[in-house]
């Protein structure tokens, strides 16, 4: 039986309390997450909002949304941020007064990088000092809570009524789910869900104030871009944050061969192109484009950004780039002066304040209709397996032991290679945790899997030791609720980037590098990782210390996988990274 064949058995069903008409608050909350369309919750329960908690379950029956128990906070809202990441719509978290929002912040800092809706609840003790219980509310509210995120959410608010709850839900949700996406924040006084309605509440068509926000660059521009694309000798597509359409995914294929540019795509983020096409330049990097993908950027006359991750960086990285610059973004539209992440300043020749889909159309109707120049042939991409049980190893064996399953990665280690993995479907990769925050990979991957289940694609994660260990948790979630998940441990036993930069630290000081590893490594003893997959459920498998051990383990994985469960195999790869990866990891100062 398929993973996408398993039905999924009733959980956590509540008995039936009779209730069809809001009679408190928070009812008034749970019927605007309904009429939201918001089908789960990820949430870790707490005091603050138990009037919420209580609506979800014996006012609307725990379904739509339904709620999912996660074991820490962090977790709740990688799972929220995962699920965005497949669909491009927000899901809910909830998260208990400002203890809950300190443990989640990683999370949400993770989403608002990557630019994904999400639409976390917290709440408060009583905002009257008058209804706080003794110590335990005082300690639990804070003047300002919004303020713990407001540096990477796109809005955040505290309503002091049902009604203004309800608008607050309605914009909050509009807000997340519009280009540029993120998280925003909504924090509900405890007072406002317990209290009994003093009046009906008039229901709200959710979709009359939710309008669609359509941003087109103007046709002049479109047909400016379109001119200097067509003249162009040498053009490159460097195909950035784009949605996961299929359409959208075929459209740039089409302008890419129409023009006969080079595209470039990045392991950073989502898949946006064909790796293995003709046109792709080089495999897809993590921190730099790679030898091939930097001289197609040298050698542009004229660049066109799809909303690129980092252009200037990426620019900088490849040397002597004289092209000229277009750039398709709405991402300055969150630009703020507390995070650093949108980058260095790019140098652009032509703006189209646009999403990468709208430009791409237009610019296919604005082009002639016949290819630039015949298609190159094809370059394999090279791959060195290594000596040893290599990430080159685990990555080639995986793909084989899938075979022709439709697969989706969720999340890749820091080693991993691009070559070692074509991506041909804009679900086939789900980029990275977006801020970089070690731990976020199993909850977000969780996330992704629940909104894969049944879609015929399986779920596959591939976590470093350091990052499957701070998330692990978020696997009990995914046992719970029958979400069928492979997550497999590139287990270098080490935070093997920090060695390289102890390692760096030393060369430059003239100082022992063989004491790199000390605080480093994850050994002595070395963890169980597969039992503690066990221990919350799920299948473990492993170590595999060779890899001619690879195939048959896999094999089983994938099995249970397949029969609705979660399967961790930990794999005890060498440590390292590919060369390019490794050659761009030192600062410009070292």
Request: net charge negative.
């Amino acid at each position: 039986m398929s993973a996408a064949a398993t039905p999924p058995k009733p959980i956590e069903q509540p008995t039936a309390a009779g209730i069809n008409a809001p009679q408190f608050g928070s009812d008034v909350i749970a019927d605007a997450l309904r009429a939201l369309d918001i089908p789960y919750i990820a949430l870790n329960p707490g005091a603050s909002y138990r009037g919420l908690h209580d609506s979800l379950v014996n006012y609307l029956g725990n379904t739509a949304p339904q709620m999912l128990l996660c074991l820490h906070e962090e977790a709740a809202v990688a799972i929220a941020h995962g699920y965005a990441k497949v669909t491009g719509k927000a899901m809910a978290a909830c998260v208990h007064s400002n203890v809950g929002l300190m443990h989640g912040t990683m999370a949400v800092f993770n989403a608002w990088c990557d630019r994904m809706p999400l639409l976390l609840l917290g709440a408060t003790g009583p905002v009257d000092a008058a209804k706080r219980r003794p110590w335990i509310d005082w300690i639990h509210t804070a003047r300002d809570q919004g303020a713990l995120v407001r540096g990477y959410t796109k809005w955040d608010d505290q309503p002091a009524s049902p009604a203004a709850a309800r608008e607050a839900l309605l914009r909050g949700a509009w807000i997340a789910n519009t280009a540029p996406r993120g998280p925003v924040y909504i924090n509900l006084d405890a007072e406002v869900q317990e209290a009994r309605l003093a009046a009906p509440v008039p229901t709200a068509s959710a979709q009359r104030f939710m309008p669609q926000v359509t941003q087109a660059a103007p046709a002049a521009l479109i047909n400016q871009a379109a001119e200097r694309l067509a003249a162009a000798k040498h053009p490159v597509i460097l195909a950035g944050r784009c949605s996961r359409g299929e359409t959208a995914w075929q459209e740039r294929i089409t302008l890419a061969e129409r023009l006969g540019a080079r595209v470039l795509t990045d392991l950073k983020i989502s898949a946006s192109f064909p790796t293995d096409h003709p046109l792709h330049a080089g495999a897809p990097g993590t921190i730099a484009p790679v030898p091939e993908a930097a001289e197609a950027l040298r050698q542009a006359d004229v660049i066109l950004s799809l909303d690129w991750l980092d252009l200037a960086g990426t620019l900088k990285h490849a040397g002597d780039v004289k092209a000229e610059i277009i750039q398709v973004s709405v991402d300055h539209q969150l630009h703020n002066g507390w995070s650093m992440d949108y980058q260095a300043l790019p140098a652009v020749d032509l703006m189209l304040a646009c999403e990468p889909e709208q430009a791409v159309s237009a610019l296919l109707d604005a082009l002639p209709k016949t290819p630039a120049k015949p298609l190159p042939a094809a370059q394999p991409m090279k791959l060195d397996l290594g000596d040893g049980l290599t990430v080159n190893h685990l990555a080639v064996e995986l793909r084989k032991a899938l075979g022709e399953r439709p697969a989706s990665l969720t999340h890749v280690s820091l080693s991993w290679n691009g070559a070692s993995w074509p991506f041909r479907h804009p679900l086939d990769f789900l980029g990275s945790d977006g801020g970089g925050g070690v731990g976020g990979g199993p909850g977000i991957s969780v996330g992704a899997a629940l909104a894969l289940r049944g879609s015929g694609r399986m779920p596959v994660a591939v976590c470093g030791d350091g990052d499957f260990l701070m998330g692990v948790t978020a696997l009990w979630t995914a046992v719970h609720y029958n979400i069928p998940l492979l997550v497999v441990v590139a287990n270098n036993r080490s935070f093997f980037n920090d060695e390289l930069h102890q390692e760096r630290v030393a060369r430059m000081r003239d100082r022992p590098v063989e004491n790199r590893w000390i605080g480093q490594r994850i050994d002595d003893p070395a963890i169980d990782i597969a039992g503690m997959a066990r221990a919350q459920g799920a299948q473990g498998f492993g170590p595999v210390e060779r890899p001619d051990q690879l195939a048959e383990i896999f094999a089983k994985a994938i099995a249970t996988v397949e029969n609705g469960g979660v399967a961790v195999v930990d794999v005890r790869v060498e440590p390292g990274y590919s060369p390019a990866t490794t050659a761009v990891m030192a600062r410009s100062s070292d």
